[in-house]
């Protein structure tokens, strides 16, 4: 089975910056889509990023110009580079993985950014 591996998470000031990383241990495929959410206690989850294995990327709103999703189809691997950090983006960010098939989601780690 597959397990998705978050890490990069912790605690920074606004206006700073942080890398997320999720490796997809015990993968064999290329998935069709991987993704970042995120959830904040009582809220629900959302999408923050997204890329197909094609290259093609989305991007909520509010991280638009200040985050960038990429990944390694050889390796299986996502990763967000966050920059400017707003203390709205605290939350747990969850690493998603994707095909016609299945739905995997890793543990998350947690991403605090303070005023």
């Known amino acids: 089975q597959v397990q998705l591996v978050e890490s990069g998470g912790g605690l920074v000031q606004a206006g700073g910056s942080l890398r997320l990383s999720c490796a997809a241990a015990?993968?064999?495929?290329?998935?069709?889509?991987m993704a970042w959410y995120r959830q904040s206690p009582g809220l629900q989850r959302e999408l923050v990023a997204a890329i197909s294995s094609g290259g093609v990327t989305n991007y909520a709103d509010s991280v638009k110009g200040r985050f960038t999703i990429s990944r390694d189809n050889t390796k299986n691997t996502v990763n967000l580079q966050m920059n400017s950090l707003k203390p709205e983006d605290t939350a747990v960010y969850y690493c998603n993985a994707r095909n016609p098939f299945s739905d995997y989601w890793g543990q998350g780690t947690q991403v605090t950014v303070s005023s």
């Open positions: 015990g993968s064999i495929f290329r998935f069709n889509t």
